[in-house]
Each structure stands twice: as structure tokens, then as C-alpha cells.
Nanobody, 116 residues
């Protein structure tokens, strides 16, 4: 599975951004999808995740109520809508897809910078 991200950028605190991640290749093998982020000097952390059945979505406590994970199966694309952005949300954001066999695929990463 190949993942290509878009939509990052610079935004003021309180603003919004929408990230997109287009999947190609063996998309039928995807079992779970998610968004992660990595701030400078910190470990990569999970932001939101959803199973292929779409029956549940988990969010990091720090983004609950502000971020929304969605997907368009027809377009093989997942989205991360980010509202009420804060400077602490500044990071490189990565989309992820995991196959039934546990193989991880990652997007190239997109920078999100929130100014105060």
C-alpha cells in the first residue's frame, strides 16, 4: 500500500486544517488506518485510528472534540479535520495503514505548524 499525504501548512492558533491521505496499491488488505504525529524531540504518537469496518474510532485525549477522522472508501482516501488548533499541535503528521498481516505503510509526512 502506498500513501500520499497533503494539506499541511501554517495556521494561527484557533484555526483549522484538513489533511488528506490517498491510498493506492493493495488497499483491499488494509485492516486499520490511523493518523500519527511527531513533534521535534518527541516520539511519534497516535492521533486517531479506525478499523476497516469503521465501527470504532479512537482519538488521543489531547485532540478529542477538536479533530475528526473520516474516510471516503470510494476514493481510497482518509482525512483528518483539525479545528481549534493549538501551538502544541505543531508536528509532522503521518497517515498509516496496517494490513491484516500486520504490515505497516506510512505516508511521507506533512508539516503542520500552529503559530500563537
Amino acid at each position: 500500500v502506498q500513501l500520499v499525504e497533503s494539506g499541511g501548512g501554517l495556521v494561527q492558533a484557533g484555526g483549522s486544517l484538513r489533511l488528506s491521505c490517498a491510498a493506492s496499491g493493495s488497499t483491499f488488505s488494509i485492516n486499520a488506518m490511523g493518523w500519527f504525529r511527531q513533534a521535534p524531540g518527541k516520539q511519534r504518537e497516535l492521533v486517531a485510528a479506525i478499523t476497516s469496518g469503521g465501527d470504532s474510532t479512537d482519538y488521543a485525549d489531547s485532540v478529542k472534540g477538536r479533530f475528526t477522522f473520516s474516510r471516503d472508501n470510494a476514493k481510497n482516501t482518509m482525512y483528518l479535520e483539525m479545528n481549534s488548533l493549538k501551538p502544541v499541535d505543531t508536528a509532522v503528521y503521518y497517515c498509516n495503514a496496517k494490513s491484516l498481516l500486520g504490515k505497516n505503510s506510512w505516508g511521507q509526512g506533512t508539516q503542520v505548524t500552529v503559530s500563537s
